[in-house]
């Protein structure tokens, strides 16, 4: 979802979409649309439960305690996390309200957001289809510019780097979203999608450079976030007294 999120971005900048409203929602938007377009119609029975990764990362991070350098403040060009968090489980939800009611249950979704999720999912689809429709490259036509992947080796001082860099290369997941990209898209340049290490939690893209950054601290940062997502089910599980993440969306 970072990856797609940058990615974004660099469509926003370099396609020169138009944006209402925040551009750091319209890139969530256009990451967690991202998300159902990779996975295609092929999508397995934990599809679902690992959107709903995505938005507890928005509420461990939301429920954490931080840094006075790293919280995020009303005026921030970022939604709140509380906010991502709802956001995101509002998606989820209403990318079919009929079968993924137990989503309401496993956020605490409020009944009075949820009821207009199915309406705010299919604005979101319908942005998702005008933009391929109106920037998608002509059929045939050559591609002339691609976005190149680059992996930066990580410092030996960071725990778990090497085995980072060998589960995102293993994964080719760079790849695949670099070049679904490329081929979707006339890209006015060529581009980079460089992994390498930040000194910092971060992702970005560079307007200037053309360039999308993602840092190794940042899936290290995922990392530890991760280690506590067994004890924030328990406590969710109990306060709804029924399991949150069922294996399969379906019944």
């Not at 974004?8 to 138009?18: C, T």
């Not at 461990?60 to 350098?69: G, I, M, S, V």
């Not at 995101?88 to 993924?100: K, V």
């Not at 980072?164 to 890209?187: D, H, I, P, Q």
Request: aromatic content about 10%; proline content about 6%; hydrophobic content about 40%.
């Amino acid at each position: 979802f970072t990856l797609l999120h940058e990615m974004g971005h660099l469509l926003i900048n370099e396609l020169q979409l138009p944006v209402l409203g925040r551009e750091e929602d319209a890139a969530d938007q256009l990451g967690f649309m991202g998300l159902f377009l990779l996975a295609g119609k092929q999508r397995d029975s934990d599809f679902y439960a690992k959107l709903l990764d995505i938005a507890d990362y928005w509420r461990l991070e939301w429920q954490r305690p931080k840094r006075a350098d790293e919280e995020i403040y009303a005026w921030d060009s970022h939604g709140l996390d509380a906010q991502r968090f709802y956001n995101t489980a509002c998606l989820a939800y209403g990318s079919d309200p009929d079968h993924l009611e137990w989503i309401i249950n496993a956020t605490g979704l409020p009944d009075e957001r949820a009821f207009g999720c199915a309406q705010e999912y299919q604005q979101v689809a319908y942005a998702v289809n005008w933009l391929e429709q109106h920037f998608r490259r002509p059929t045939g036509s050559p591609i002339q510019h691609r976005i190149k992947v680059i992996y930066d080796l990580p410092p030996a001082s960071l725990e778990h780097g090497a085995q980072m860099l060998a589960k995102v290369r293993a994964s080719g997941l760079l790849e695949e979203v670099a070049n679904r990209a490329s081929e979707t898209f006339a890209l006015p340049r060529e581009l980079n999608l460089r992994l390498t290490s930040c000194g910092a939690d971060d992702a970005w893209y560079n307007g200037q450079s053309g360039e999308l950054t993602l840092c190794y601290e940042r899936l290290a940062h995922f990392r530890q976030l991760a280690q506590q997502l067994p004890r924030l089910r328990a406590n969710e599980s109990q306060r709804v007294q029924q399991p949150s993440y069922p294996s399969s969306p379906l019944p």
